[in-house]
C-alpha cells in the first residue's frame, strides 16, 4: 500500500490541524494504521494506531485527549484530527500501515510524512 500524508502547517499554541493519510490499492481496510513523529535531533516515536475497522484506537499518553485519530475505508483514508496543539507537537508526522502496535518497526509502508509546527 501507498501512502501519502498532508494537511501539516503553521499553528499558533492551543491551535488545531488536521492531517490526513490517502493510501492507494484495495486492501486498505486489511491495514492497522499508525501515526508516528519525528521531532528534530529526536527519534521517531508512537502518536496514534486504529484498528482494521476503526473500532480500536490507542495513542500516545502525551497526545491522550487532545488528538483523535479516524479512518474512512471506503476512502481509503486516516485522520489524525489535533487540538490544543503545544510547541512541543512540533514534529514531521508520518502515517504508516501495518500491525496494531505502537513500535515503529511493525510498519512495513510508511508515507512521505508531513511537517506540523506549533510556535509558542
Known amino acids: 500500500v501507498q501512502l501519502q500524508a498532508s494537511g501539516g502547517g503553521l499553528v499558533q499554541a492551543g491551535g488545531s490541524l488536521r492531517l490526513s493519510c490517502a493510501a492507494s490499492g484495495r486492501t486498505f481496510s486489511s491495514y492497522n494504521m499508525g501515526w508516528f513523529r519525528q521531532a528534530p535531533g529526536k527519534e521517531r516515536e508512537f502518536v496514534a494506531v486504529i484498528g482494521r475497522s476503526g473500532g480500536s484506537v490507542y495513542y500516545a499518553d502525551s497526545v491522550k485527549g487532545r488528538f483523535t485519530v479516524s479512518r474512512d475505508n471506503a476512502k481509503n483514508t486516516v485522520d489524525l484530527q489535533m487540538n490544543n496543539l503545544k510547541p512541543e507537537d512540533t514534529a514531521i508526522y508520518y502515517c504508516?500501515?501495518?500491525?496494531?502496535?505502537?513500535?515503529?518497526?511493525?510498519?512495513?509502508?510508511w508515507g512521505q510524512g508531513t511537517q506540523v509546527t506549533v510556535s509558542s
Open positions: 504508516a500501515a501495518g500491525a496494531y502496535d505502537t513500535s515503529a518497526n511493525s510498519f512495513g509502508s
